[in-house]
């Protein structure tokens, strides 16, 4: 297969970045590079956010075991399934992910698929409060008065007016407050300098691999677990929001789809996906973001090439 040319690395990258198709096996290089870097790492993933979303998002927790050795990750099955997860919380969740692991003398690895996560962080996107805060009030008002109080202690656990803990309103509007205030810090960050891996294979392996897993996924249990998610009270409407995996189960578990159909349809749908994320990374290197294009089963070729650019960073951790 032949790659694109190495482009020009940041100095004094304080980031490296993984990002690629699904099912190019993005996870298991990253853990296995965060492991021989002393690195933790930072999911880039849309949905992985949400608990009890397993098999359908492939969070292949196993992946993160390398060596006997956990490795440490982040923003994986921080929501609930009934939450609201944005790019907003995205981006003020990395930030505090990324601190942490700075403070502990770690490199950071940003790792996923989600080209909208991804650019948000490596091209520093400027998010407008409009855009974060038109679904926020509907959102807040369907929880109680006991679920606000913990959204607002979360936040900001030591409350100088108690009078805002007392009614459902006030609670919401100094939610509100809070979370502004916390947009204006995450919109001042310093931009991150990372080095960015892209993670490419064959367009039949990837096919190969797109097909295998769904398959092996139907075995494990999806369906019962978008069923069980429907249990729990999630909308068929929710579930489309999901993704492409409970989209097409939930219309086969309502009868739109018989299982043939609904197996074909979602298979030929995860493919064409995969040419999305590739589109948007095209999109990202046109913008200016330089991505380094490696073999995906080379991991020895990847580890290498860091290795060296970590050498030659002064201060990568700065």
Same mark, same amino acid.
């Given at each position: 297969m032949?790659?694109?040319?190495?482009?020009?690395e940041?100095?004094?990258?304080?980031?490296v970045?993984?990002?690629?198709?699904t099912a190019?096996?993005?996870?298991?290089l990253?853990?296995f590079?965060?492991?021989e870097l002393?690195?933790?790492?930072?999911s880039?993933d849309?949905?992985q956010?949400?608990?009890y979303?397993?098999i359908?998002?492939?969070?292949?927790?196993s992946?993160?075991?390398?060596?006997?050795?956990?490795?440490?990750?982040?923003?994986i099955?921080?929501?609930?399934?009934?939450e609201?997860?944005?790019?907003y919380r995205?981006k003020?969740d990395?930030?505090?992910?990324f601190e942490?692991?700075?403070?502990?003398g770690?490199m950071p690895?940003?790792?996923?698929g989600?080209?909208?996560y991804l650019?948000a962080?490596?091209?520093?996107?400027?998010?407008?409060?409009?855009d974060?805060s038109q679904? %926020?009030i $509907?959102?807040?008002? =369907?929880?109680?008065e006991? +679920?606000l109080?913990?959204?607002?202690l979360?936040i900001k656990?030591k &409350?100088h007016n108690i009078?805002?803990?007392?009614?459902?309103e006030?609670?919401?509007?100094a939610i509100?407050i809070?979370?502004?205030?916390?947009f204006?810090n995450?919109?001042s960050?310093?931009?991150?300098?990372?080095?960015?891996?892209g993670?490419k294979?064959e367009r039949?392996e990837?096919?190969?691999r797109?097909?295998?897993r769904l398959?092996?996924?139907?075995d494990?249990g999806?369906?019962?677990?978008?069923?069980?998610?429907s249990d729990m009270g999630?909308t068929h409407?929710k579930?489309?929001?999901?993704?492409?995996?409970?989209k097409?189960?939930s219309q086969?578990? %309502?009868g $739109?789809l018989n299982? =043939?159909d609904?197996y074909? +349809?979602?298979?030929s749908a995860?493919?064409?996906?995969?040419k999305? &994320?590739?589109t948007?990374?095209?999109?990202?290197e046109?913008e200016?973001?330089n991505?380094?294009?490696?073999?995906g089963?080379?991991y020895?070729?990847?580890l290498?090439f860091?290795k060296e650019?970590?050498?030659?960073?002064a201060k990568?951790?700065?």
């Amino acid at each position: 297969m032949e790659l694109p040319h190495l482009k020009d690395e940041p100095t004094n990258f304080n980031l490296v970045a993984l990002l690629g198709a699904t099912a190019t096996g993005k996870t298991k290089l990253a853990a296995f590079l965060a492991k021989e870097l002393n690195g933790e790492i930072i999911s880039a993933d849309s949905r992985q956010v949400y608990k009890y979303m397993d098999i359908g998002t492939g969070k292949d927790l196993s992946d993160y075991i390398v060596d006997i050795i956990n490795v440490p990750y982040h923003l994986i099955n921080i929501a609930e399934p009934t939450e609201e997860y944005n790019l907003y919380r995205f981006k003020s969740d990395f930030y505090q992910s990324f601190e942490k692991i700075k403070t502990a003398g770690k490199m950071p690895f940003l790792v996923g698929g989600t080209g909208m996560y991804l650019s948000a962080i490596l091209q520093n996107y400027k998010l407008r409060k409009a855009d974060l805060s038109q679904n %926020r009030i $509907e959102e807040l008002e =369907n929880c109680s008065e006991e +679920k606000l109080r913990e959204i607002l202690l979360n936040i900001k656990p030591k &409350q100088h007016n108690i009078t805002d803990l007392i009614t459902k309103e006030r609670i919401i509007k100094a939610i509100l407050i809070e979370e502004a205030n916390q947009f204006e810090n995450i919109q001042s960050q310093n931009p991150i300098s990372s080095l960015n891996i892209g993670i490419k294979l064959e367009r039949n392996e990837i096919k190969r691999r797109i097909t295998n897993r769904l398959k092996k996924r139907l075995d494990e249990g999806m369906i019962d677990e978008v069923k069980n998610l429907s249990d729990m009270g999630i909308t068929h409407n929710k579930l489309s929001f999901f993704g492409l995996e409970y989209k097409f189960i939930s219309q086969h578990l %309502r009868g $739109e789809l018989n299982y =043939n159909d609904m197996y074909q +349809k979602l298979n030929s749908a995860i493919h064409s996906f995969a040419k999305r &994320q590739m589109t948007w990374f095209r999109k990202m290197e046109r913008e200016g973001v330089n991505i380094n294009w490696f073999d995906g089963k080379d991991y020895n070729a990847v580890l290498s090439f860091i290795k060296e650019r970590m050498e030659k960073n002064a201060k990568p951790f700065d």
